[in-house]
């Protein structure tokens, strides 16, 4: 089906339809990039890529034949540097379908793989983060949704206990040995302190942001859990979820946040006593 003709060229509707599913893809890959360090490697890719279909075009054979090695290889590099963005992308693509929203089918995978569906109480979680900021005393709290928690538990030092305001303060206090790091909590139980999250290098995170506040983004960015930072400085409350931290929350916006995200399809309703 022709559209147009372009010179010697002829250029169908299917022609068309396929430049602009790959431009909406190229868009929709910058989006997940920009801001990061990735982006620059991937403005370069695509630069030496449309170099090398200019001198392809051109006729240069040496060069093509140089530049197409470079780009088979460093197609494997791109999986590697890219590796946080595509897990987002896929991610995106997961969330925007109905399939994998559908409650029947995650809870038939969560059957399948033998994993317990998470059930944590939020109530002791937010009563703590609330005493925490009105102390100004720092705090980073890991709330597993579906992802295993093991590999970052396992940083720290395990304490696999039921989750309490009294535990958790006292795990945070100045004078706790524990006070570093990150919590997590998995299916109502503290099961580690002292963690080590990964951090988050998005250049976009206000500066003055410190490295609580990059983990908690980080480990957001990593898996799927929910990641609450409570400023030792400012006593302020921030939660990190899919890669987005939502700062300057009261505990009536986190609480919010925090049920409607664990409450997402598929997952059982968090207990709040
Ligand atoms: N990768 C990490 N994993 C776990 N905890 C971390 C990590 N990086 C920093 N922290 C915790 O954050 C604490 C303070 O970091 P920093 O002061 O840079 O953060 P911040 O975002 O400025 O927060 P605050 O507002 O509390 O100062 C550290 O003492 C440590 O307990």
């Keep these: 089906m022709l559209a147009f003709r372009l010179g010697f060229l002829d250029v169908g509707w299917l022609d068309l339809i396929d430049i602009a599913l790959v431009a909406l893809l190229i868009y929709q890959i910058y989006n997940l990039v920009r801001g990061s360090v990735a982006s620059r490697v991937f403005i370069g890719y695509l630069l030496v890529y449309l170099a090398y279909l200019l001198v392809k075009a051109l006729g240069l054979n040496l060069l093509t034949t140089i530049l197409e090695y470079f780009i088979s290889v460093g197609a494997l590099a791109l999986i590697i540097i890219f590796q946080q963005e595509i897990r ?3 991610l995106l693509i997961g969330k925007s379908t109905n399939v994998a929203n559908s409650r029947w089918l995650r809870r038939w995978l969560l059957r399948q793989s033998g994993m317990p569906e998470p059930t944590t109480p939020l ?3 937010l009563d703590a983060c609330k005493t925490l900021s009105t102390e100004f005393s720092g705090g980073l709290l890991v709330i597993r949704k579906n992802d295993d928690m093991q590999k970052f538990a396992q940083s720290g030092e395990v304490i696999d206990a039921e989750v309490s305001k009294p535990l958790l303060l006292a795990i945070f206090s ?3 040995p524990l006070h570093d790091g990150a919590v997590i909590i998995s299916d ?3 099961l580690a302190a002292r963690c080590i999250l990964p951090v988050s290098d998005d250049d976009e995170l206000p ?3 410190g ?7 980080g480990m957001s960015e990593a898996t799927d859990a929910a990641v609450i930072a409570v400023s030792e400085e400012s006593g302020r409350l921030a939660l990190a979820l899919n890669g987005e931290l939502f700062t300057n929350l009261t505990i009536g916006e986190l609480e919010d946040r925090l049920g409607r995200y664990l409450r997402e399809p598929g997952l ?3 207990e709040l006593q």
């Design 268 to 270: 059982p309703k968090p």
């Design 174 to 176: 100045q004078y706790s």
């Design 188 to 190: 109502g139980r503290i």
């Design 88 to 90: 987002r992308f896929l």
């Design 207 to 209: 500066p003055a942001l």
């Design 211 to 217: 490295f609580r506040h990059r983990a908690a983004v």
């Design 123 to 125: 109530r002791p979680i």
